[in-house]
């Protein structure tokens, strides 16, 4: 959460620049981009990492594309020499992070499933597996876990993966619990706010970008984070999300240039 707060107030800046009152809200959003992005990274979740990539072709699209080439490759000199100062510099931890990541990988390659790495690739396993069982209705509550405490007995899966009562995968676990039509309807929940955006994008001015740019932003996000757990399995998370999904569409909406194509 804290680096879709981060990475949509960055998205903001632009937004800032064009407004009458610049410079309260640059500083607002430069903290809110700050705190967020700290916050992700002393907190030590990889999960949101991986999304960093998509992101970062999400804002060349909107906004870097049309740089002369020399600034293109200035901006990308930075980010490189920045990204190896986190990783290099122990009071992150992000190095040991991955490197903790690889060797729980490597483990599970070899039959042990140890720390979240190991454990969520056992999760998904065992998923797929009771997926392959119950493909069109899934399972309630009750149900998967007994079926998890089934594997358990049967010696298929540890205790430590067998206690967990969601998958720690929004697609799999909407499908695990609900079944064909909970997996496709958590596609769309990606899907639907990331095109409505997407298609606004080829004709928007520079005052719109900022705005489809943070409703690009958020569904990537969610996404990326619902591959290692299950955001959605909470009401509160799930209701953050589209809190936050409704409050970009409307103000977009709001706006004259949104309101006259809408």
């Known amino acids: 959460m804290s680096l879709a707060a981060g990475l949509v107030c960055l998205a903001g800046l632009a937004w800032a620049w064009q407004s009458t009152n610049r410079r309260a809200w640059l500083l607002l959003l430069c903290l809110g981009a700050l705190g967020g992005l700290s916050a992700s990274l002393l907190s030590g979740t990889r999960g949101g990492w991986l999304a960093l990539p998509l992101v970062g072709l999400i804002f060349y699209r909107v906004y870097l594309h049309h740089w002369p080439l020399l600034w293109r490759g200035g901006l990308l000199a930075i980010i490189v020499i920045l990204l190896f100062g986190v990783y290099s510099f122990p009071q992150t931890s992000v190095q040991d992070r991955v490197h903790k990541a690889v060797e729980q990988g490597r483990d599970y390659w070899h039959g042990e499933a140890n720390g979240s790495v190991g454990i969520r690739l056992e999760l998904y396993r065992t998923g797929i597996q009771l997926i392959a069982d119950?493909?069109?209705?899934?399972?309630?509550?009750?149900?998967?876990?007994?079926?998890?405490?089934?594997?358990?007995?049967?010696?298929?899966?540890?205790?430590?993966v067998a206690q967990n009562w969601h998958a720690h995968n929004d697609i799999l676990n909407a499908w695990l619990r609900y079944g064909v039509v909970g997996m496709l309807a958590t596609l769309l929940f990606y899907g639907v706010?990331?095109?409505?955006?997407?298609?606004?994008?080829?004709?928007a001015d520079s005052?719109?970008?900022?705005?489809?740019?943070?409703?690009?932003?958020?569904?990537?996000?969610?996404?990326?984070?619902?591959?290692?757990?299950?955001?959605?399995?909470?009401?509160?998370?799930?209701?953050?999300?589209?809190?936050?999904?409704?409050?970009?569409?409307?103000?977009?909406?709001?706006?004259?240039?949104?309101?006259q194509k809408n």
Not at 134 to 154: H, R, T, V
Not at 193 to 203: D, E, I, R, T
Not at 217 to 226: A, D, N
Not at 229 to 251: H, K, R
């Open 193 to 203: 706010p990331f095109g409505y955006f997407a298609s606004k994008l080829f004709h």
């Open 207 to 259: 005052s719109m970008r900022p705005i489809i740019l943070a409703g690009m932003l958020l569904p990537v996000l969610f996404f990326y984070f619902g591959l290692t757990y299950s955001f959605f399995a909470y009401p509160v998370a799930l209701g953050a999300y589209w809190l936050w999904i409704l409050l970009i569409v409307a103000t977009y909406l709001s706006s004259p240039v949104g309101g």
């Open 134 to 160: 119950k493909p069109w209705l899934g399972y309630s509550l009750d149900g998967y876990q007994s079926a998890m405490q089934a594997l358990y007995d049967d010696g298929e899966v540890q205790g430590v």
